[in-house]
């Protein structure tokens, strides 16, 4: 086993396929970790003043998998109870079970490579490599400005830690990026990412979203609206939404699926 790619699923399957396509031809293998449960074990929260039980995806994940992918594509379900060092243990199961790969490239359902890059990527020769991530907001036309926050991580030695996300350190392609339709997601998705925020930061000691945001700042968004990052703390870090125009690679990939998404 020479190249893979691993990621972690359960805010929805609204950009997997767009994902997974846009790296296909270039692993060797593909492992989609499904977790059911959010980190926390609460399953109620007050939101807007009212206390509710958590809403439920009852998403079909494997079958999903199944019916849009024909090879190279492995389903694990597993739980995880923290997101610490989540990539480096999913890593860890598939060189345990499937054998270790010279290559790993960690990735989210929300990540997209325009066509090209990923191969481009897997040429890098240094240990581990990360790429700048174009964040899109609602729409393909429409970006977060550039920020420190980097996107899918390709490790050319085993992985030891990971943090949080799919990073391990701030060591960033000079020309390779990434395009992250994380904040372009399903009304009901980017509600219930919210909701599972509101719940479980505390648990995961994460910044407290605000709790109007998904009413407020996504949902009922206009070009004008300001302070739009999800911390409570924090909502100047985004200040205002840029317009963008996508490459035309990226443009046209994106258009060639029957659920753009976008």
Not at 60 to 77: G, L, M, P, R
Not at 95 to 121: N, S
Not at 140 to 148: A, G, L, N, S, T
Request: hydrophobic share 35%; glycine share 4%.
């Amino acid at each position: 086993m020479n190249r893979i790619a691993i990621y972690r699923i359960h805010y929805g399957l609204d950009f997997l396929e767009q994902s997974v396509k846009s790296i296909i031809n270039d692993v060797d293998q593909v492992y989609i970790f499904h977790s059911s449960n959010p980190w926390s074990k609460k399953r109620s929260l007050t939101y807007l003043g009212q206390s509710i039980p958590l809403p439920t995806l009852n998403e079909h994940v494997e079958s999903f998998i199944n019916q849009k992918f024909d090879n190279k594509i492995t389903y694990v379900a597993k739980e995880y109870d923290s997101p610490d060092n989540q990539y480096a243990n999913m890593y860890q199961y598939v060189k345990q079970h499937f054998g270790r790969p010279i290559q790993t490239l960690m990735m989210e359902p929300d990540m997209v490579f325009a066509p090209g890059d990923a191969k481009k990527l897997f040429e890098y020769d240094g240990n581990y490599v990360s790429t700048k991530q174009i964040e899109l907001w609602k729409s393909i036309h429409w970006r977060v400005p550039q920020r420190d926050r980097v996107g899918p991580t390709l490790w050319n030695i085993p992985i030891d830690h990971t943090f949080k996300g799919t990073y391990s350190d701030i060591n960033v392609h000079p020309t390779i990026q990434n395009y992250n339709f994380g904040f372009c997601l399903s009304e009901k998705i980017m509600l219930y990412k919210h909701l599972v925020a509101i719940m479980g930061s505390q648990d995961i000691n994460d910044s407290i979203p605000s709790e109007r945001w998904y009413e407020d700042k996504w949902l009922n968004w206009k070009p004008e609206t300001t302070d739009l990052e999800i911390s409570e703390r924090f909502k100047h870090y985004i200040k205002k939404i840029e317009q963008f125009d996508p490459p035309s690679n990226i443009l046209e990939y994106m258009n060639g699926f029957e659920n753009k998404g976008i």
